[in-house]
């Protein structure tokens, strides 16, 4: 067995299935190794997509993803979707290939120092190394699923990919939880429950991470808690919940400000601020945080209490507590909901983006899995989405990256083979990473792949318009016919200008064999309106 042999053979046991990445000569031991021993290797069009498709792998199936890549501008290429794995906490390897051992170090072509790259962006980086590839490789599972998650980088020389293997396999990775929050701390928290007259939660994207997702939903219902979410906690609690006020901080936000400032008790249940911080809109209501980390706040946020331990442990106790005794006015959650939900759906005079993000809503089922991109459409989509199970509402917001949601669908789509996927993009986005249409066509996957085309980069065009700027280097241009090509790379396209089009082309793309390119010529004119508002 070779070291690249006993790396495949300790990355299957550790339930990983599919690598990502884009191979050359320093990859080829390992391909080789990948080939021979039963792990999928998906070439992808580019490093970062190949580290995005990792980082929606590690989400979806409780296994690290895995991509890889070659020295230098792989490497760098590479890092864009490690540093979404790293802000958005998801568990992935991202191993590059590397020199020969006797020359590293050395001033030849495409080298650079990977362990001075990759460290800012991951848990730790290390070296794979003859004597300590096993080792190495058992520091770095356990060390991507431990709490936080995140991605960790290897380093593997081709020699030493190639060398006889002088190890056995590591033990299986360890689950290491956190440890229960105290007793005192979760009878506080009780205590200012059962104090309050108009509490409210707000869940976070660490509640994604729950060993028991329906304990969350005990603790709301026990306490009468109207919920809110940030974008990336979608689904966590089906939004369809009549406690339910939909997601935070995102298109017609003030809406949402001004009911959460009309609590007397915030109840942040697993909110990591890389999201959105607690200053831009909680103000100066109380807050009670339960999570497995400290508040990270400054002074202008009123910390009442923190529960800090296992978020699992904590929300069994708060499930059992006494419930506390909320006064809201009668109607005032769905009153609230009914007035957002129509401020985010302006008259528009053509085919507006909340009419198509809505088709898709209706066209896809249920428990289907959306992804989508970063760009004005984010805003619309997270805000007038509903969400109905965990997992099917796939972005990066800690991260908020352009270029994450058609690598994301893909790896979603191989994650989930029996449920329909959607990717929703913008035009900016689509242009970023078309290349992996292709991907998507030699995989055979029934793919929709929706694109947005507004003819701008919008969100960045809005930006200029509120400040008063000259619209200027936004505009990406389309074509007065506003027709698609016949097909991307082999892939069928198909343009639409209405919604009634738009959700049959969307229904007959979920029933094919293959991805489908639909572009939806939308008018941005209300992203001014609705975006920051």
Request: hydrophobic share 45%; proline share 8%; with cysteine.
């Amino acid at each position: 067995m070779t070291n690249a042999e006993l790396i495949v053979r300790v990355l299957r046991d550790a339930g990983i299935t599919h690598g990502f990445g884009v191979p050359s000569g320093n990859v080829l031991p390992l391909l080789e190794a990948m080939r021979t021993g039963g792990l999928a290797f998906v070439l992808t069009a580019h490093e970062g997509s190949a580290a995005f498709a990792a980082d929606v792998m590690g989400r979806l199936s409780g296994a690290p993803g895995l991509c890889l890549a070659t020295l230098g501008p792989g490497a760098t290429n590479l890092t864009t979707g490690v540093g979404s794995a790293y802000l958005d906490r998801s568990p992935l390897l991202a191993l590059t290939c590397n020199l020969p051992t006797a020359q590293l170090g050395r001033r030849i072509q495409m080298a650079i120092d990977h362990r001075a790259l990759f460290g800012p962006l991951t848990k730790a980086s290390l070296a794979l190394r003859r004597g300590r590839v096993a080792a190495a490789l058992g520091e770095a599972l356990e060390l991507a699923l431990a709490e936080p998650p995140g991605p960790v980088h290897l380093d593997l020389p081709e020699d030493v990919a190639s060398a006889p293997a002088t190890e056995d396999p590591p033990p299986a990775p360890r689950a290491r939880r956190l440890r229960p929050a105290p007793d005192a701390a979760l009878g506080r928290a009780a205590e200012l429950l059962r104090g309050a007259r108009r509490p409210l939660a707000v869940v976070g994207a660490s509640a994604l991470r729950l060993r028991n997702p329906g304990a969350l939903r005990e603790v709301l219902e026990r306490h009468r808690l109207p919920f809110a979410s940030t974008t990336m906690a979608k689904g966590l609690v089906d939004e369809d919940h009549p406690l339910a006020l939909g997601c935070i901080e995102r298109a017609r936000r003030r809406v949402q400000r001004d009911f959460l400032r009309g609590a007397d008790l915030v109840v942040g249940l697993g909110y990591d601020p890389v999201e959105v911080e607690y200053e831009a809109w909680i103000g100066r209501v109380p807050l009670l945080a339960v999570d497995g980390e400290p508040v990270d706040a400054d002074a202008s946020v009123v910390v009442a209490h923190e529960v800090v331990g296992d978020l699992d442990a904590s929300l069994a106790r708060l499930a059992r507590a006494e419930p506390a005794r909320p006064d809201w006015p009668e109607g005032a959650v769905r009153e609230h909901r009914e007035r957002w939900e129509r401020a985010l759906r302006p008259r528009a005079a053509g085919f507006a983006p909340h009419a198509a993000i809505d088709v898709v809503r209706e066209v896809l089922p249920r428990e289907g899995v959306l992804a989508f991109d970063v760009g004005a459409h984010t805003h619309q989509i997270a805000a007038q989405w509903t969400a109905h199970e965990p997992r099917t509402f796939l972005i990066t917001n800690g991260w908020s990256s352009m270029g994450f949601g058609l690598p994301a669908a893909i790896a979603a789509k191989l994650a989930r083979p029996e449920r329909a996927v959607v990717a929703l993009v913008g035009d900016g986005c689509f242009q970023m990473t078309c290349g992996e249409v292709a991907v998507a066509r030699r995989l055979g996957l029934a793919l929709p792949i929706v694109v947005l085309d507004d003819g701008w980069l919008s969100l960045i065009r809005v930006k200029q318009q509120r400040r008063g700027l000259g619209i200027y280097g936004t505009e990406l241009g389309r074509p007065a016919f506003l027709e698609p090509p016949a097909h991307y790379f082999g892939v069928p396209a198909v343009g639409v200008r209405t919604p009634e089009a738009l959700a049959k082309a969307l229904g007959e793309a979920l029933r094919a064999d293959h991805p489908t390119v639909i572009e939806a010529a939308v008018d941005p004119a209300h992203y001014l309106e609705t975006v920051y508002d």
